[in-house]
């Protein structure tokens, strides 16, 4: 395509849905007054997937960048990521994946991949572990995680928002109300991620992904405040210098309509091929048994590894390296001795790297052991 954007009429495919689903999970903003710490929900940046419909089937690649997100706070639980209808991640409070489950498959998996059993809430069953901080809770519709010190109390308060016991985000924030209506559901939905215009200030932002046969599509949606809704020659000025994608687009369309702006982006398939992956980071669980001076990271459950595409750091620590060609499956084990760790570094990182590219990285695994853990 050159340098230049081309502009021009782009028929995006319609939504997956008009019900933006996540709201369901999002709780108003005074359900979390009494929680230290916390942010507000129009802080927090949301995610929300439907890992089953990403564009593998039509385009020879997807668009993984939702999943990743969504995928590193998520242990495995008995059912593999495509099974859910969809999957929101909620920043600090916890993530939800959504699906036809059955209960007996998601308790047996977590009882035998090292969580406990911890009681009941209205109707859920809800599991913890303390080597790598998780609060679980099942049902036949959803299963809720969160981590860290409010782990038990962030699952509560999404089991209650889901089930209406508390208000939600949207029944008291108006705009957000009007603006998530106005996007409906797609594939993939980034918020936060749809403010990539540096001289441009929306007061809600979201990047869509969706696509058909022959290309993907890439919307930035934004809501902005009464009155300074940016004009076109504006936007345009933007996407000239800060849209990488919409130099790759093959066409490129604005549409402004009051406070509400849609910047939709057609990339081609051998486009978008050349950009996005066909493989995703193994869906699977941790554990630890941290000892002090040695430290051992064991696959409980869930997809196997191939350690092939796993940098492993720090690497002059890991106690019997596996051979060449090594895969990682359920009840095997990596173990470091903490007196092999470099100066400086602290931290156990396992780095997965994506098939077909040199320079597409996620993370699979971080822990910090104990005896370089200060708040422990």
């Given at each position: 395509m050159g340098s230049e954007i081309r502009y021009g009429r782009v028929d995006t495919p319609t939504?997956?849905?008009?019900?933006?689903?996540?709201?369901?999970?999002?709780?108003?903003?005074?359900?979390?007054?009494?929680?230290?710490?916390?942010?507000?929900?129009?802080?927090?940046?949301?995610?929300?997937?439907?890992?089953?419909?990403?564009?593998?089937?039509?385009?020879?690649?997807?668009?993984?960048?939702?999943?990743?997100?969504?995928?590193?706070?998520?242990?495995?639980?008995?059912?593999?990521?495509?099974h859910y209808d969809h999957v929101h991640g909620l920043g600090r409070l916890g993530t939800v994946a959504e699906g036809d489950l059955d209960t007996s498959v998601l308790t047996e998996t977590l009882r035998n991949s090292g969580y406990n059993h911890d009681g009941t809430y209205y109707g859920w069953e809800l599991f913890d572990r303390a080597d790598i901080p998780r609060a679980v809770a099942v049902s036949e519709d959803a299963v809720i995680q969160s981590t860290g010190e409010h782990r038990r109390a962030f699952v509560e308060l999404l089991v209650d928002a889901g089930e209406g016991r508390i208000d939600r985000h949207h029944e008291h924030d108006e705009r957000f109300a009007a603006f998530s209506e106005w996007v409906g559901l797609y594939p993939t939905l980034l918020e936060g991620f749809g403010g990539g215009f540096s001289n441009l200030e929306p007061e809600d932002s979201t990047l869509a992904y969706t696509f058909d046969e022959d290309a993907a599509y890439f919307i930035y949606l934004q809501q902005y405040p009464d009155g300074e809704t940016p004009t076109r020659g504006e936007i345009q000025a933007e996407l000239d210098n800060s849209i990488k994608r919409a130099m790759q687009a093959w066409a490129v369309d604005i549409e402004i309509d009051g406070s509400y702006v849609a910047v939709e982006m057609r990339v081609d398939k051998s486009e978008f091929q050349s950009d996005f992956v066909a493989d995703?980071?193994?869906?699977?669980?941790?554990?630890?048994?941290?000892?002090?001076?040695?430290?051992?990271?064991?696959?409980?459950?869930?997809?196997?590894?191939?350690l092939d595409q796993v940098d492993i750091e720090p690497a002059d620590a890991l106690l019997d390296r596996p051979p060449e060609g090594a895969v990682l499956e359920p009840g095997d084990e990596l173990t470091f001795t903490t007196a092999e760790f470099p100066e400086g570094d602290e931290q156990i990182s396992l780095l997965y790297n994506y098939t077909g590219t040199e320079h597409d990285t996620a993370a699979l695994f971080h822990y910090t052991p104990n005896v370089f853990d200060t708040d422990r």
């Open positions: 939504q997956v849905g008009t019900d933006p689903a996540y709201r369901r999970w999002m709780p108003a903003d005074d359900a979390l007054s009494e929680l230290e710490s916390m942010v507000t929900v129009g802080d927090m940046h949301w995610v929300s997937v439907t890992p089953g419909t990403l564009g593998m089937a039509e385009l020879d690649a997807a668009f993984r960048i939702g999943a990743a997100v969504v995928l590193s706070a998520l242990d495995y639980v008995g059912y593999d990521f495509e995703r980071t193994p869906y699977l669980t941790w554990g630890v048994d941290d000892g002090g001076k040695a430290v051992t990271v064991r696959h409980e459950a869930g997809e196997s590894v191939p």
